[in-house]
């Protein structure tokens, strides 16, 4: 599973095929990979359930005292969505490859559905999106609603590959990579709050 990340992040899917992977893995027997999954779409669906798991552990954590989420300002509860991935890509260490696999995922129509499944079915997340769209009332537009979250989704995505990318050609001590994704989820938690107020504002203005 970890070669095929790896190697799905810096080639593409396109460019990789399940032998290839096998081979890279160190496996002897060509049918390794076949032998553990069924294909190429089984092995990512485990390689992004393996991660939604441990996210949802850092976002289950967190959210534990917090009450009711509907309670919470916008800020606080795009915290709860935000900071739990930026403490498991803290966890991975560098170099990591798992944010830019997902970012390819996420841009190939044929597999984005799997990472939406993966993460957006977590107990921890389904609570967050369920307070969130109560605070923001019945009757909005939902093609609207629905971009917003893929806007906002493929922030959060390619800025974490982004820095994933950067750390790993740097290397830096795990304290200055640590202290690099903080900095980074804390603009995301700014940018995210202020796509949402923007978008909020022109549709109220619009009627």
């Known amino acids: 599973m970890r070669t095929a990340e790896r190697l799905y992040a810096s080639r593409g899917f396109a460019d990789v095929s ?10 002897r027997n060509k049918s390794a990979v076949q032998y553990h999954f069924t294909g190429r779409d089984e092995l990512i669906k485990a390689i992004l359930a393996e991660h939604a798991a441990a996210t949802e552990r850092h976002r289950f954590a967190m959210m534990s005292p917090l009450g009711d989420l509907a309670e919470l300002s916008l800020p606080d509860q795009i915290r709860c969505i935000v900071l739990p991935r930026i403490e498991h890509h803290i966890e991975l260490g560098s170099p990591s490859w798992y944010g830019r696999f997902l970012a390819q995922v996420v841009v190939e129509p044929a597999l984005r559905e799997y990472a939406l499944e993966a993460h957006l079915n977590t107990p921890s997340l389904r609570r967050l999106y369920d307070a969130i769209h109560a605070r923001q009332g019945r009757g909005r537009d939902p093609v609207r609603g629905a971009r917003r979250e893929a806007m906002i989704r493929q922030l959060v995505v390619h800025m974490t590959a982004e820095l994933e ?17 903080r900095r980074l989820g804390a603009d995301l938690i700014t940018a995210t709050c202020g796509l949402i107020g923007a978008m909020d504002a022109e549709e109220a203005a619009s009627g």
Do not use: D
């Not at 399940?18 to 496996?27: K, L, N, T, V």
């Open 18 to 27: 399940i032998r290839q992977i096998g081979e890279a893995a160190g496996q």
């Open 165 to 181: 990318s950067e750390l790993a050609r740097e290397q830096p001590a795990a304290g200055v990579a640590a202290g690099a994704w």
